[in-house]
């Protein structure tokens, strides 16, 4: 497992821990591939016995190149490393992604590793001991009079490492289809609907990966559409998907029986009996209504006697501007 306190690292940090887990993946294959090269002509035998002992009596397989014979041994070496480095390299994949994953998903993401393992495994055994003898039966049979079957030892390589990964992958299907409804991508009701496309879908694409025979084509299809169905039936046994969990917490308003508390309607304080009526601008007559807000104003009348003041700006004292004070003589009696 990753370390722990790498959760919260920068990115640098997850790189550094994804070249640790490369290296021991190049590591593991690096292992098997030295114990597999001391052996790899015998394993080549091993290899091409379904066709071997099918063809006829005087003829074997050939090699049509130069390094065909030190190449195709080495190559299968290489890839059977692969192939058994396949748990190894799954686990180094889960290691590093298991910390973003939530606790209920490692508890479903394990037994989906370990069956993933088992089922690619069981896909090339079916492609071995099930497939090739009846490809190669059907293929050694066909052909036309006077033509003797000598295979090229790398083309059937080539053609044999092709089957066992189309195979492989294809056993994959029931971890894919349980994954994909784990994740809330799609639902066992939806894929059932769709069950006629996937059936043909499955024909299509044994049509693309397997050669251009109608047995191949059919034992690849067949298993396929039944590991599909096998899928559906395991996603029963998987829970509430990922994306049906927020949602389930809200209750549907439908199926709820409690009804919707009706929302509460706020009244204006001002009924529509106590608005004021419209008052024409233009009616002089009309009443004016104070405002309480306004200050008072204040009016203070002046007296005849006294003339309104002016400062001088000189003086800056009070200065008369109205007309001089009348006389004695001006009094009237």
């Known amino acids: 497992m990753s370390d722990p306190s790498l959760n919260d690292q920068p990115l640098i940090a997850h790189l550094v821990e994804l070249r640790d887990r490369l290296i021991r993946v190049l590591i593991v294959i690096l292992i098997f591939f030295l114990g597999f090269i001391a052996f790899a002509n015998d394993l080549y035998?091993?290899?091409a016995e379904p066709l071997q002992?099918?063809?006829p009596e005087g003829a074997s397989m050939i090699a049509t190149q130069v390094a065909s014979p030190f190449l195709a041994p080495f190559k299968l070496a290489l890839y059977l490393s692969i192939y058994c480095g396949a748990p190894m390299i799954l686990y180094q994949l889960w290691g590093f992604i298991a910390p973003g994953l939530?606790?209920?998903?490692?508890?479903?993401?394990?037994p989906l590793l370990i069956s993933s393992i088992i089922l690619f495994y069981a896909g090339m055994a079916f492609a071995y001991f099930v497939v090739f003898p009846l490809v190669f039966g059907f293929f050694t049979t066909v052909g036309p009079t006077g033509v003797t079957v000598m295979t090229d030892i790398d083309a059937y390589l080539s053609f044999v490492l092709k089957l066992f990964l189309a195979f492989g992958l294809a056993f994959e299907i029931p971890v894919a289809t349980m994954l994909m409804i784990k994740a809330g991508v799609t639902t066992?009701?939806?894929?059932k609907e769709k069950r006629p496309?996937?059936?043909?879908?499955c024909f299509v694409v044994g049509m693309l990966v397997t050669p251009p025979d109608m047995?191949?084509?059919?034992?690849?299809?067949?298993p396929m559409w039944l590991l599909f169905e096998a899928g559906l039936i395991g996603s029963r046994f998987l829970g509430t998907p990922r994306g049906q969990d927020e949602t389930d917490s809200h209750q549907d308003p439908e199926t709820d029986p409690t009804p919707p508390t009706p929302p509460t309607v706020v009244e204006n304080e001002a009924s529509e009996d106590d608005s004021p009526e419209p008052i024409d601008e233009f009616d002089l007559y009309a009443p004016v209504k104070s405002d309480e807000d306004d200050a008072p104003i204040s009016e203070t009348r002046e007296s005849p006697s006294e003339p309104p003041l002016d400062l001088d700006d000189d003086a800056q004292k009070p200065k008369a501007v109205g007309p001089p004070k009348p006389g004695k003589s001006d009094q009237t009696d």
Not at 197 to 201: N, Q
């Open 197 to 201: 496309y996937v059936f043909i879908g």
């Open 215 to 222: 047995i191949s084509q059919t034992l690849l299809a067949v």
């Open 45 to 47: 035998a091993y290899l």
């Open 188 to 191: 066992v009701e939806s894929l």
């Open 102 to 110: 939530y606790q209920n998903e490692k508890k479903i993401a394990g």
């Open 53 to 55: 002992s099918l063809l």
